[in-house]
């Protein structure tokens, strides 16, 4: 498997410890403001582009989906209430994110469709073919070994089954990349600083985001590891980006 530039970046600069443990670290940290900071420092946004990841999904039969990286549920209650699948099932490293999520899905009197476990993107629990729909929303960058995890989705997809990542990017134009820019390394770890002890999560975000291989090199990663029907579709003047591939 490749190592990409992103795999190394890590939440704690100088920690012995794995990318992964760091990444459950910090979110076992932040879980309890990770929800209100995603709203406000997207202003809303991120729930836009999730409705149009989940699009992608739309007027295929889904009996089983399972999202990875579900941090908190948003995705896969987005799913349940837009695509209404059969069952849905969420994995995620971090038990701090999970308990929230579980919280959310209960009180929502979604328990009965949407089952969230403690569980690892790189060593999938399930049988090989068991999903018809796999997404993954903002938590590509956080994977180990990107290509691992790909892999590890690929298997467990049915043939047929689709891959949605949704994913930052980086701007193109000259004018918002700076604005941008200013905004992730300045405004979003000042804001964050406020109403988090940890600001190191949102410093890990902008690296992570910096050296991730977006766009045409993320389809080539799909495309090498066996995906067919890739595509990627830039939103928000390319700052936000899904990505699609099936098995």
């Not at 940290?29 to 699009?55: E, P, Q």
């Not at 971090?94 to 999520?101: E, N, P, V």
């Not at 903002?138 to 790909?150: A, D, H, I, T, Y």
């Amino acid at each position: 498997m490749m190592k990409f530039a992103h795999d190394t970046v890590v939440p704690f600069a100088g920690s012995e410890r794995s990318k992964k443990e760091q990444v459950e670290e910090m979110f076992d940290d932040i879980a309890g403001r990770y929800d209100f900071l995603n709203r406000f420092l997207s202003v809303g946004t991120d729930m836009g582009w999730r409705k149009k990841a989940l699009r992608q999904l739309s007027h295929r039969p889904l009996n089983h989906m399972l999202d990875v990286a579900t941090g908190t549920g948003d995705m896969a209650i987005m799913a349940s209430r837009l695509l209404k699948p059969g069952k849905i099932t969420g994995i995620d490293i971090s038990d701090g994110m999970l308990a929230i999520g579980k919280d959310k899905i209960n009180q929502l009197g979604l328990g009965g469709s949407i089952e969230l476990l403690k569980g690892d993107s790189e060593t999938i629990n399930f049988n090989d073919n068991t999903f018809d729909a796999v997404t993954v929303a903002f938590g590509v960058r956080n994977f180990q070994n990107l290509e691992k995890g790909l892999s590890e989705i690929f298997r467990v997809l049915k043939p047929g089954g689709r891959l949605v990542v949704l994913e930052f990017s980086k701007p193109q134009s000259r004018l918002m990349k700076a604005l941008y820019n200013f905004y992730m390394q300045t405004m979003a770890p000042a804001i964050c600083s406020i109403f988090s002890k940890n600001p190191h999560a949102y410093r890990y975000l902008n690296k992570s985001i910096q050296q991730f291989p977006e766009g045409k090199n993320f389809v080539n990663i799909l495309n090498g590891l066996g995906y067919c029907n890739t595509a990627n579709k830039p939103l928000t003047l390319g700052i936000c980006s899904i990505y699609c591939g099936e098995k």
